[in-house]
């Protein structure tokens, strides 16, 4: 399995090993997980169904992390900014 991993992400040539990637995953995860909560509660009050924002929020996250891991190998994870919430919440007001 480590083999796999180190081929496939080449862990040694960045200067890490899988046990820091698992961390710095849940990490980011956590970091990243208020705006299940959050994106739903905002754009909800605007008359949108919280529950089909939900469900956009995590596949749109979800899809645009693992475009970014497939393609540019780099560790970055893509979810729906605050700013553009703040955007939308305005103009429906």
Do not use: W
């Not at 040539?13 to 739903?40: C, D, Q, R, S, W």
């Not at 979800?62 to 560790?75: G, Q, R, W």
Request: glycine share 4%.
């Amino acid at each position: 399995m480590n083999e796999f991993l180190e081929k496939t992400f080449h862990l040694k040539e960045h200067n890490t090993n899988v046990k820091t990637e698992i961390l710095a995953g849940i990490t980011t995860f956590m970091t990243m997980a208020y705006i299940l909560a959050v994106n739903p509660t905002v754009l909800s009050a605007s008359g949108m169904d919280s529950g089909a924002i939900f469900t956009a929020t995590a596949i749109s996250a979800c899809f645009a992390t693992l475009l970014m891991a497939a393609f540019s190998n780099y560790p970055f994870a893509l979810a729906p900014g605050m700013d553009l919430m703040r955007f939308l919440h305005t103009q429906l007001y």
